[in-house]
């Protein structure tokens, strides 16, 4: 075998010294490259962050004014009627409408305390989701609006507070829109809870609605994006005249 | 002067501003670049001189190039590395190098006459995995997390070092065959293992400057 000349050695070494300076340059800007995918990545979790913690915080706001509304209603339509029914009667002054006022009096007391009770928030810590949504369903049949129902296999009283919350609001507001639009004889709030997940299902016997309407199309984005947020989503049944059928899920 | 050390000296003045800006972490950093840069242009300019002079300059070369040099390489990686473990293991280095030089003058080559290739190549050996423990831990310990990595000189540095290291490692260990093997084709290769070089002590000198320029952003952590 002949031995390599002058120039072979002078080729091995200069692409030698090429080799290893672009398998240099290759560790370096992969280093970098990586690092600032790592950068961006933290980034986006950040910015996930902040937008659950918008979510959170724009749920609480919703939850007080809708409280606040509630209890403006029951002072103006409830304890306010009270209050001028007890001071009509004990104008009168004989004892029985004396006796009639103190048992109205009596009641509006009773009503104030439960007020105080719903304004508030914290109170969702102590409890689950099953009892606020009880009381709200309590506060429907009260008015006389439908028939309510509901089912469960679970309180949902051990689920992290922004969950609870995102979940008590989303619930209220279904309520709410079945009211508003679908004009049911039956509400029904069904709970169960599975190895995988959680389910809470609210359902009407309403008007329905074509889920492909841009109109409602926002609405239904906006439980699917609140879902999201807190890890579950959001199944939205129904059709016209056949009800609605709202499935929040979230995994255990 | 040629233009190998015209770049040296522009490299070295490039430092010199960094004194007068306003104080960051680096400081130390700076100092012993600025040492380093400062060598080498003693070195570069002497060696120069010795050369035209016609007289050998192996010695100058090794002691300051292959060994103060090398060394305080090692040093700059001791003084950046969190791992306590690391910094220990290239301390043992820095010392054991020390003493094969030593070996290596006694018994096997004349610092005073022939380039030492065998400390060269041991040294760049371990420069270049002091360059790839340094990336390692910035991407799997998430050193110099939230900041921008082109605002950290210790990137550009490590970089530079590496670049340097690991492309001229062939030639310094083969350079007393290339030397008497053809002049010419010498000459050609020394200018390009001269430009990488220029390239990285500029690179060096820059990097000073670079917390300046890319600022170093933070993610704002929550909560």
């Known amino acids: ?244 059928s709202i499935k929040l899920i979230l995994p255990n | 002067m040629d233009l190998y050390n015209t770049f040296i000296f522009i490299s070295f003045l490039i430092t010199i501003p960094v004194f007068f800006l306003k104080k960051n972490n680096y400081e130390p950093i700076h100092r012993l670049f600025f040492f380093i840069i400062g060598l080498v242009l003693i070195l570069e300019m002497t060696g120069y001189y010795l050369k035209i002079r016609s007289i050998n300059n192996s010695l100058l070369y090794n002691i300051a190039f292959v060994y103060i040099e090398s060394l305080l390489i090692l040093l700059y990686f001791t003084l950046i590395s969190e791992d306590a473990k690391f910094r220990k293991a290239v301390r043992f280095s820095m010392l054991g190098f020390i003493l094969w030089g030593i070996a290596n003058t006694l018994f096997f080559q004349d610092i005073t006459s022939v380039f030492h290739t065998y400390s060269y190549s041991i040294i760049s050996l371990i420069i270049i995995g002091c360059c790839v423990k340094f990336f390692i831990d910035v991407i799997l310990q998430g050193q110099y997390e939230n900041q921008n990595i082109f605002g950290i000189p210790h990137i550009w540095i490590v970089s530079g070092i590496l670049i340097f290291y690991s492309s001229t490692a062939i030639y310094f260990s083969s350079i007393q065959v290339l030397y008497e093997m053809n002049k010419e084709l010498f000459l050609n290769l020394r200018a390009v293992v001269r430009f990488l070089s220029a390239t990285s002590y500029l690179i060096f000198a820059f990097s000073f400057y670079t917390p300046y320029i890319f600022k170093e952003k933070t993610i704002a952590s929550r909560r």
């Not at chain 1, 689950?128 to 429907?140: A, N, P, Q, S, W």
């Open chain 1, 1 to 244: 075998m002949n031995s390599p000349t002058t120039f072979e050695v002078y080729i091995i070494i200069l692409a030698g010294i090429s080799i290893t300076l672009i398998l240099a340059m290759c560790i370096i800007f992969m280093v970098i490259f990586h690092r600032q995918k790592q950068l961006k990545n933290k980034q986006q979790v950040a910015l996930l962050q902040a937008e659950y913690e918008h979510t959170i915080l724009r749920v609480e706001k919703e939850m007080q004014e809708q409280t606040l509304e509630y209890i403006g209603q029951e002072l103006h339509d409830n304890i306010g009627q009270m209050l001028s029914l007890a001071k009509l009667n004990l104008n009168q002054g004989g004892p029985e409408q004396v006796f009639e006022s103190k048992k109205l009096l009596t009641q509006a007391i009773k009503e104030v305390r439960s007020l105080s009770k719903a304004l508030n928030l914290s109170w969702i810590e102590g409890i689950g989701v099953k009892d606020f949504i009880e009381k709200e369903l309590e506060k429907i049949e009260k008015t006389g609006f439908c028939q309510t129902k509901l089912e469960y296999d679970t309180p949902l009283d051990d689920l992290p507070q922004d969950h609870k919350l995102v979940l008590a609001r989303l619930t209220q507001e279904c309520l709410n829109n079945a009211i508003k639009h679908a004009q049911p004889s039956l509400l029904k709030i069904k709970i169960e809870s599975s190895q995988d997940n959680m389910q809470l299902e609210i359902s009407d016997d309403g008007l329905g609605f074509d889920t492909s309407q841009a109109s409602q199309g926002m609405g239904l984005h906006h439980i699917e994006s609140r879902m999201k947020s807190i890890g579950g989503k959001a199944q939205i049944d129904s059709f016209p005249g056949r009800g609605t």
